[in-house]
């Protein structure tokens, strides 16, 4: 019975603790003043879209700028719903740091394909499975999917396929381009060898890609990357392939 009111007694004195701990710690993050605004941009290398200078812009115009106010006046919610609209920003996180400083982290919209499709039409498909806004300048390398691709093709069957190729080391490094038929299969153009990959439809494609690298690890490696001008994966199990100088 001691032994359970001292520990009571202790829980009670470690929460009052805790209590007057954060009141003390609020009441002199209230009263400072913020000193500074560190601002993390992710994905700058493979994008760069978003700057520094844009959203310190972007904060001052919407009276948001948290440097020299009270931190009691910085309310962080306020900051990541304006960015928030950025058309070229995926997430945002910003929080308030014990030495009066405003941290925000941005993750930008990163491109994975790049459509040039038959009709003139010139535009990228993000991370999101969404086409970026028109002005998008890209200054990263990536596949281009050309021929008939309409809009609901690539935000779907295409941007499922560069996911794939984005996560797969090797077929990210050896695919060039994308392009697609008028029943929407599709044939590849492969930056290693003189030869077209012939897929079909995308259903498949997986297994359709690692029968492809089997066959060149164990067929083109032996006799030659430039030996076939065509390399069908359509059906099954099969690999069907045409000669270069049967073209």
């Not at 069957?157 to 038929?181: G, S, T």
Request: with cysteine; aromatic share 8%.
């Amino acid at each position: 019975m001691i032994k359970k009111t001292l520990l009571l007694s202790v829980l009670i004195l470690v929460g009052v603790y805790l209590l007057l701990a954060v009141t003390a710690f609020n009441s002199k993050s209230g009263d400072q003043t913020c000193e500074g605004m560190e601002l993390i941009i992710r994905d700058s290398i493979n994008a760069g879209f978003v700057t520094q200078q844009e959203i310190t812009a972007l904060l001052k115009k919407n009276n948001l700028y948290p440097v020299g106010k009270r931190m009691d006046e910085v309310v962080s919610g306020d900051v990541e719903d304006i960015l928030a609209n950025h058309p070229l920003i995926n997430e945002i996180e910003c929080y308030k740091t014990p030495n009066g400083k405003l941290n925000i982290e941005v993750t930008q919209r990163i491109p994975i394909l790049r459509i040039i499709n038959r009709n003139g039409e010139n535009y990228y498909i993000d991370n999101r499975g969404e086409i970026m806004p028109r002005d998008t300048k890209c200054i990263a390398h990536l596949a281009i999917a050309t021929g008939y691709v309409d809009k609901q093709f690539a935000m779907n069957e295409l941007y499922q396929f560069a996911l794939f190729l984005q996560n797969n080391k090797f077929w990210n490094a050896q695919i060039e381009q994308m392009n697609v038929l008028r029943g929407k299969e599709v044939e590849l153009v492969p930056r290693v060898g003189d030869h077209i990959i012939f897929l079909g439809k995308l259903d498949d494609f997986e297994k359709k890609l690692s029968r492809v690298k089997e066959f060149y690890r164990k067929g083109l490696n032996k006799v030659g990357w430039n030996k076939y001008s065509r390399i069908n994966v359509e059906f099954g199990n099969q690999i069907i392939c045409t000669k270069a100088n049967d073209k």
